[in-house]
């Protein structure tokens, strides 16, 4: 049976399990190596210069790298392969890097991470590469933005903290019409909710950071191409000396193989404290992609196979002070940045000032809750408690 005929949960446990890498361990286990030895001069040539499965420098990889990238790549049907990253910002840029060339123009959704719009205003526009921002809900209207020196766009479906759901293939299919390059960054889904190259995209970028480790204790990053960009994508990272640690790789491959089961746990406790929160009186709207008044619901419920943790409210009136006192009040909260692992966080978020070429406007301030995979009627006591002391001073 071919890996294209199992079903994705198959495809997580089996993926880069090659029996000459595990020796028979259930889980790659963690090659660590600089320097490689040799038999002789000729072996030494022989190994070329560091194809997949074959040991040749630390830099080209050991088994536990590529077990993994095998696996991220058997997770999109239709990719050609994975590079792996030190973390989901050096995959978006040295993405990026491998399309973009001085003179070229690059479409870039406005409602991006702010890391990524820094990447592009900073060091793209200093080696000659405009950034035009759009409409995350542009749609195949994108296609009056394309002009002659238009090289690529970039997407990011659903927003980070805004949640607008792209409409992924329609933009794809314009974008390919015209000779354009598109690129996903595909974290709040991962390819097990949307399989981003099957959609179109060509090339697909995780922060493993997130899902795909799903404890909070590694940085990595991952993009996934097509046929099309495989090569070029390799040549450019190589380049650039990207390279992973075996242990962090490891890590994720451990991450990984539970990704399926945890998504489906922060998706029905995700939903069960959106729809909650959406009937309190002190929030003015829930942004969730499964709900129907989020911007781009109708793309979700079109492309995505289910939801993951992440999304966002909004507050009815109050002010930033009122919003750090709620947060500051959860039990069941942390307060930090990231994303994706078993724990829940709240964020205090102001989008609107991110923005450049749409506008976005609020009844009050915003939070955007990652829920991970406590008992969801605990979190949901633990918002009560707060909003009901933030219904009492806002
Ligand atoms: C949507 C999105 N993309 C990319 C990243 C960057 O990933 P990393 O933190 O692994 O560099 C983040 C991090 O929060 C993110 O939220």
New binding site residues.
């Given amino acids: 049976m071919s890996e294209k005929d199992v079903k994705p949960d198959t495809r997580l446990v089996q993926g880069g399990r090659r029996r000459e890498w595990t020796t028979g361990i259930v889980n790659p286990p963690v090659w660590r190596a600089s320097t490689i030895l040799f038999n002789d001069v000729e072996a030494m040539r022989e190994a070329g210069a560091g194809r997949v499965g074959t040991l040749h420098y630390g830099r080209t990889g050991t088994p536990t790298q590529w077990a993994l990238a095998e696996a991220l790549t058997a997770l999109e049907p239709g990719a050609a392969g994975t590079r792996l990253y030190p973390?989901?910002?050096?995959?978006?840029s040295i993405a990026l890097m491998t399309v973009l060339r001085p003179g070229d123009e690059l479409l870039m959704v406005d409602s991006?991470?702010a890391?990524?719009r820094a990447f592009c205003d900073g060091v793209l526009a200093r080696q000659g590469v405009t950034t035009r921002y759009y409409d995350p809900l542009i749609g195949a209207g994108i296609a009056d933005l394309i002009g002659e020196k238009t090289r690529a766009t970039f997407l990011?479906s659903p927003?980070?903290l805004t949640l607008e759901v792209q409409d992924v293939p329609g933009i794809c299919a314009v974008a390919r019409e015209r000779g354009l390059v598109t690129l996903l960054?595909n974290?709040?889904a991962t390819p097990l909710l949307f399989p981003a190259i099957a959609a179109g995209v060509d090339l697909t970028?995780l922060?493993?950071?997130?899902y795909v480790v799903g404890h909070s204790d590694v940085?990595?990053?991952s993009v996934t191409a097509n046929e099309a960009h495989w090569k070029v994508l390799e040549q450019t990272s190589r380049a650039f000396g990207q390279h992973v640690s075996p242990d962090d790789a490891w890590l994720a491959a451990r991450g990984l193989r539970t990704m399926g089961v945890r998504l489906r746990q922060h998706e029905a406790s995700g939903l069960k404290v959106a729809r909650w929160l959406a009937e309190q009186s002190q929030v003015a709207r829930v942004l969730h992609p499964a709900l129907p008044d989020c911007p781009g619901h109708e793309h979700w419920a079109r492309d995505f196979k289910g939801a993951s943790g992440l999304f966002s409210f909004v507050l009815k009136g109050g002010d930033e002070a009122a919003r750090a006192k709620l947060i500051d009040g959860l039990e069941h909260f942390g307060i930090g940045?990231?994303?994706g692992g078993f724990e829940s966080l709240a964020l205090p978020v102001d989008p609107a000032k991110l923005r450049t070429a749409t506008r976005v406007e609020y009844e009050g301030p915003m939070v955007r809750l990652h829920i991970g995979l406590e008992d969801p009627d605990d979190l949901i006591a633990d918002l009560a408690r707060g909003l009901a002391a933030y219904g009492a001073t806002a």
């Fill in positions: 973390s989901g910002v050096a995959a978006i991006t991470y890391p990524t990011e927003g980070s960054d974290t709040w970028i922060s493993c950071t997130k940085m990595l990053g940045y990231s994303w």
